[in-house]
Nanobody, 118 residues
Framework: QVQLVESGGGLVQPGGSLRLSCAAS????????MGWYRQAPGMPRELVAK???????SYANSVNGRFTISRDDAKSTLYLQMNSLKPEDTAVYYC????????????WGQGTQVTVSS
């Protein structure tokens, strides 16, 4: 069964914006902290933003102030609003439910490619 489906990526110029979406299975989304990860070529996957079931958010320093994570529990959907995009934001973006600092609750989806370039 499909558990995580990311969408909304694309090619955008520096300074532009994108909104990513992640449709998750209810068994993953419900009552779980959810997060957005990204992986640039040749780099390890990193957690860039997370949101608890109560709505508390936290961000990596590299995106703080530019990205906003949100969730719609009724739709089991996670969002990432990305503003003031930079070339270094170029990566494949994934969603998942983090467990501790290194584990995740589900198999990875296919991700969505974000390319920031002029």
């Amino acid at each position: 069964q499909v558990q995580l489906v990311e969408s909304g990526g694309g090619l955008v110029q520096p300074g532009g914006s994108l909104r990513l979406s992640c449709a998750a299975s209810r068994n993953i989304f419900r009552s779980n902290t959810m997060g957005w990860y990204r992986q640039a070529p040749g780099m390890p996957r990193e957690l860039v933003a997370k949101i608890t079931s109560g709505g508390s958010t936290s961000y990596a320093n590299s995106v703080n102030g530019r990205f906003t994570i949100s969730r719609d529990d009724a739709k089991s959907t996670l969002y990432l609003q990305m503003n003031s995009l930079k070339p270094e934001d170029t990566a494949v973006y994934y969603c998942n439910a983090p467990i501790g600092t290194t584990l995740v609750a589900a198999s990875w989806g296919q991700g969505t490619q974000v390319t920031v370039s002029s």
